[in-house]
């Protein structure tokens, strides 16, 4: 019986091991992302996103991507920001242009939850080229060249998706190498 309640007490320390790393899916930004945790309870923990997760507390975005959604985000890198024409950032950041900064992050955000497979879908679904409205109220025109997912903007520029189908308990991040920029 002794061997029996030892054998239990450690085939549930092995499940225990295994279940934990398994909620894990998608390493971003060196860091683990869990489909039990938010948006944002995410997005802090990747060393690509530091720049995004500042604009997004700067334009007091952190109540809404932390609420149930779901929502799809299109998230840039450090290094998408980084592209941006030479103080860009740090104009969008400063308190008298938060509803500009707020534009432009919202323009990242789709209501509903949109998985690569739903993306694929509608871009199939719409002849090549299918139309995203973003939260911001403006368009994306989503495209695919192989298994990769384009992101057109509506001021010309174009996002590749690097890093599909982060999940969150509250939608789902694609990660994206470029910013996104409305009218």
């Known amino acids: 019986m002794k061997a029996l309640k030892f054998t239990a007490i450690a085939l549930a320390a092995i499940l225990?091991?295994?279940a934990i790393p398994a909620m894990a899916q998608v390493m971003v930004g060196g860091a683990p992302m869990y489909?039990?945790?938010?948006?944002?309870?995410?997005?802090?923990?990747?060393?690509?996103?530091?720049t995004l997760v500042a604009a997004v507390k700067a334009?007091?975005?952190?109540?809404?991507?932390?609420?149930?959604?779901?929502?799809?985000?299109f998230a840039p890198?450090?290094?998408a920001f980084a592209a941006l024409p030479a103080g860009t950032v740090d104009t969008l950041l400063k308190p008298e242009n938060k509803p500009a900064l707020t534009k432009v992050l919202t323009y990242h955000v789709v209501a509903g939850k949109m998985d690569s497979a739903a993306l694929m879908k509608a871009i199939d679904a719409a002849g090549g080229k299918a139309t995203l409205t973003?939260?911001?109220g403006g368009t994306l025109t989503a495209t695919k060249s192989g298994s990769m997912i384009m992101?057109?903007?509506?001021?010309g520029g174009m996002a590749h998706v690097t890093i599909p189908d982060?999940?969150?308990?509250?939608?789902?991040?694609?990660?994206?190498?470029?910013v996104l920029l409305p009218k």
């Open 134 to 136: 973003e939260v911001s």
């Open 35 to 50: 489909s039990n945790k938010d948006i944002i309870d995410n997005a802090v923990n990747s060393k690509d996103h530091t």
């Open 166 to 178: 982060v999940v969150q308990s509250n939608g789902v991040i694609h990660v994206v190498d470029k």
């Open 16 to 18: 225990s091991a295994v």
């Open 59 to 73: 334009a007091g975005l952190v109540p809404t991507l932390k609420g149930p959604g779901p929502f799809t985000v």
């Open 151 to 155: 992101l057109s903007d509506e001021s």
């Open 77 to 79: 890198t450090n290094a």
